[in-house]
């Protein structure tokens, strides 16, 4: 069993940046993809970035270039860089931890607002 906990949202204005925390609870966090996904009101939840357990990263083509997925093994932690924002960035981000097999878990999101 995992628990994830995300930190780092808030309010932003447009072009500014965010960094995105998922703390995991539990053992063996290394052989865990992770990913952040959001979900903005009335659409369906998105595939935002994953991190492979080797750490090869994958991004939506809305994000690339802007966002940046990391992870610290160490700590047990997945981060998300997220660099000149705009208002349709705006969601909630929630983490998710895929283990080998299984469905995985998710945590309870963070909301992130960009707006002037």
């Known amino acids: 069993q995992v628990q994830l906990v995300e930190s780092g949202g808030g309010l932003v204005q447009p072009g500014g940046s965010l960094r995105l925390s998922c703390a995991a609870s539990?053992?063996?966090?290394?052989?865990?993809?992770m990913e952040w996904y959001r979900q903005a009101p009335g659409k369906q939840r998105e595939l935002v970035a994953g991190i492979s357990r080797g750490g090869s990263t994958n991004y939506a083509d809305s994000v690339r270039g802007r966002f940046t997925i990391s992870r610290d093994n160490a700590k047990n932690t997945v981060y998300l860089q997220m660099n000149s924002l705009k208002p349709e960035d705006t969601a909630v981000y929630y983490c998710?931890?895929?283990?080998?097999?299984?469905?995985?878990?998710w945590g309870q999101g963070t909301q992130v607002t960009v707006s002037s």
């Open positions: 998710k931890a895929i283990p080998p097999l299984g469905a995985g878990y």
């Open positions: 539990g053992s063996f966090f290394s052989i865990y993809a």
